[in-house]
Every structure is written in C-alpha cells, then in structure tokens.
C-alpha cells in the first residue's frame, strides 16, 4: 500500500478563500502550504495577523436556506463541512434571522482549526510575483487587496489591465457609549430574539439637517489612479447613497419600518438607525450600512449628532480601500483554472464574486478541484441549479465579459423552474424562492453521492 503524499498545493492568501480551500484540501488528505503576507506585510484594512479576518460587517447576511440565496448558500457549505461556516457557528451574535459573528472569535476559530491540521503548513511570507514552476497546482486566494507585486504579475500573466472598485468599512462603537433613554433594543418586525439590533430614532428636522452634514462633509480624496474606480452597488458609501436623493437612505439603512420606539410609541420615526452586534461579548456595535469615506473628523462631527449617539466613543471609524478583480468570464474555466495557465487556480473576491460568503464558497470549490485533481479524478462542478453553482457559473461565464462587475449570490443567477401551480401558472414570490431552495438542496445531495461512487 502506497501511502507517500501527494505534492503540496499553494494556497495564497489566508482570508476567507484561502482559508476555506486549505480546509477542504487537507480534509481531503492533501497536503498544503497556506501563504499568507501579513505580519511581514500589512493592507490598508487589516487591522490585525488573523486568518480570516474580516474587515468590512461582520454579517454573513440572511441564514434563511428557504428563502434566501445567500442562506441557501450557508446550508450548502454546512453540508460540505465548511470550516467558515463551521466557525461562524461555533461564533455567532444576536442578529435576527442573519448569521453574525463575534470576528475576533471567528478568526481565531478559523486559525486555530488551520494550525491543528498537521497537513498544513502556514507560511508568513508575501508572494510577490507569479508562482515557481514546480509549484504545479497553486489557488491565488488573495482576495480584494492583493499586493501590487502579484496583481501586476497577474495581470501581465493574463493580459488584462485588471478590474477594480472600491469598498467601504462602516464604523464600530462601544455600547457603553450608546444614550438609551434614546436608543432601544428591537429586531425589525421582531426577527430573530427580537431585540438584536439598537435603534436610535431620527424626526424630519433631524434627518434633513443630517443629510445637509454629509453632503457638505469633507470626504477622503482619491489618488489619480483611483479616480476612474467605481463602487460596488451593493456597498455603497452613506454619502453616495445621499447624493442620489435626499429619502434614498430612508428606503435602505435608515428605513423606519417595521420598528416602534417605545420612548414615543405615538410618534413614528422618519428615519432610523441601527446597530448590529460586532462581538461575542456584546460591547461593541456597528453602524448597520454605514460604510463611509468621509475624513475621520468628520465622522465623529456628523454621527454623534444621531440621537443615543452624541457621547459615541468609536472602537473603528469607517474607511475605504480598493478592492481588485479579474474578468473571470474571459479568464478562467469552469473549475476556476487559467486559461493559459492551468496549474493556476483562483478563489473568493479577487474572481469578481462579492461578500464574506460567496468568497468562502469559490475557496470551497477550488480547495475541492484542486483535491480531484490530486488523486486523479476529474473535477466536478457543483449543479447550477445550486448557490454553489449558480455561482460558478456566473463567475466563469453566466455574466458578459465586456461588463463583468462584483456579484452576490442571488436567485436571478439560478436556472428558472420549470414548475407551474395547480392553474398551470408559474410559481412566483416566496414559493418560487423555496421551491428554487429545495431543488437545490435535492440536487446538492445527488451530486456529493455522484462524487463518492466516483472515487470508489
């Protein structure tokens, strides 16, 4: 019996992607080296060495698997033992039905899961140029800040200019500093335990004055080489939001629905703002929606004129960084490999797919090819009728090239139902939605089977 390891797969970059495919690697008994820059070298949004560290919300957004794509995707990863899913369970906050972690727990549960793992090996090195030839089988998980050594390599190495956008970090604040007598605990429409977010209220006066402060706020200024970078639709600045209209946050992170402040029940609020637990011990909260590229001065002047917060005291203020991506559609194949270079794989934000999960489970998927490949099988792609693979397939040919841009996981990327109801109409709204979730669920299972006849 032949029981010599196989050569070592290189993953770059020990963010979510990474991290996950290390996982999934060594759990498939392949031996990794996991390259991970920081300390040697830090980014403009890491504040700290951790594997995993997240550095936007710490929201892995809605947990419903019936109703929700992103939820969906939480329970597809769960059933193919995902370590981030894994650890944002095992760290979980109060936040209604989303699934919200504790993010100094969350890293450590996913560095120390990593560290225990004796086919792996962490290496704290930056990578600053393309891979060595005899590292034949290498997954760049280097996420939305790769360093410009290596995005510049790449970039050469695929001949495209490379695209990019920019993302930004809401504020964090200490609950201790939080005013209650006008703040209060609910969940919108009483989600969850029903009291996982603080509201502090805003009347019309209040809101108009706090939209006149932002729009003349001084605000962070671009470099020339990031004048040209767009924003992702789908994190917005505060301030961008502002510009579009005047009620456009009232319609998003400030919306008044499906909330009662019980300091003035008779009065309904015209705006609100809430605050998402950020840590197990519950002392610190962020600015739900909040991301923001206002100067540092005038975050403090501005947000401590909302109401419970005029003796904020803030553990983060709010920044901005530029995220980069390929144009996976053009570059890479259905198993995420380069085109011109196969032993290349890429994984999580850097491929253009968007959010802390979505990024996990491109890492899950190229940590499970790169595996096949390794004991000689032939990889196999999840279904696109699942999260998974509706994913996939966005990200490696479901979008168009000249117009790829950052997505999440959503049901518009999944393939229609062919279902009708009992009056031959199409099924639509929350039971098109379930019916989508349980094909998929059902579908998931058929394909794990699939793959272990297979390796039989």
């Known amino acids: 019996m032949n029981t010599e390891l196989p050569p070592p797969v290189h993953v770059i970059g020990g963010g979510l992607a990474g991290s996950e495919a290390a996982w999934q690697l060594c759990r498939a008994g392949i031996p990794v080296v996991l390259h991970e820059m920081r300390p040697q070298r830090g980014t403009d949004a ?51 039905s989303a699934l919200a972690v504790d993010r100094d727990g969350f890293s450590g549960a996913v560095e120390a899961a990593l560290d225990a793992e004796p086919l792996v090996t962490i290496e704290r090195q930056e990578v600053t ?55 209060w605990f609910q969940s919108r429409y009483d989600k969850g335990d029903g009291a996982d977010y ?82 197990a011990l519950g002392t610190l909260y962020n600015m ?41 559609p053009r570059l890479l194949d259905e198993t995420l490999r380069l085109k011109t270079r196969p032993a290349l794989r890429f994984a999580g934000q850097i ?33 696109p009728t699942t999260a998974l693979g509706a994913i996939l397939g966005h990200i490696t040919g479901g979008a168009i090239e000249e117009t790829f841009q950052p997505m999440n996981v959503n049901f518009g990327l999944f393939p229609p139902l062919e279902e009708t109801d009992e009056k031959g109409k199409r099924v639509r709204g929350r039971k098109r939605k379930q019916a989508m979730s349980m094909r998929a669920l059902k579908d998931l299972e058929t394909w794990l089977v699939e793959i272990l006849e297979a390796a039989e």
Request: with cysteine; glycine share 8%.
């Open 129 to 183: 140029g393309l891979p060595p030839d005899d590292w034949d089988s290498v997954i760049i998980a280097t996420g939305p800040l790769t360093s410009k050594a290596l995005a510049d390599a790449v970039a050469e190495l695929s001949g495209d200019k490379g695209l990019a956008f920019f993302d930004a970090i809401a504020p964090i604040i200490y609950k201790e500093s939080i005013d209650f007598d006008k703040a």
């Open 351 to 383: 491929t253009g797919c968007e959010g802390y999960v979505e990024s996990a489970a491109v890492g899950l998927m190229t940590g499970r090819f790169a595996a096949a490949e390794r004991t000689g099988q032939i990889p196999s792609p999840p279904p």
């Open 46 to 96: 890491h504040q700290t060495d951790g594997l995993a560290e997240l550095v936007c919300s710490n929201s892995f957004r809605s947990d419903d698997a019936e109703n929700n794509a992103v939820g969906l995707l939480h329970e597809e990863m769960r059933r193919l033992d995902s370590l981030i899913i894994r650890a944002a369970d095992a760290n979980r906050v109060p936040a209604g």
């Open 288 to 328: 739900v929606g909040f991301q923001t590229k206002l100067t540092y001065a005038e975050q403090k002047r501005i947000f401590t004129t909302i109401p419970g917060l005029e003796k904020a005291e803030f553990a983060r203020l709010g920044g901005l960084h530029r995220n980069t991506f390929i144009n996976s």
């Open 198 to 279: 603080i509201n502090c209220p805003m009347n019309e006066d209040q809101y108009n004055t706090f939209i006149d402060a932002i729009l003349a706020a001084e605000k962070v200024s671009f470099r020339e080489w990031e004048e040209s970078t767009p924003y992702f639709e789908g994190c917005l600045p505060i301030e961008v939001m502002a510009e579009r209209g005047r009620k456009t946050l009232t319609f998003g992170p400030m919306k008044p629905v499906g909330l009662t402040n019980p300091h003035a029940p008779d009065k309904k609020p015209h705006a609100i703002i809430q605050l998402r637990q950020d840590n």
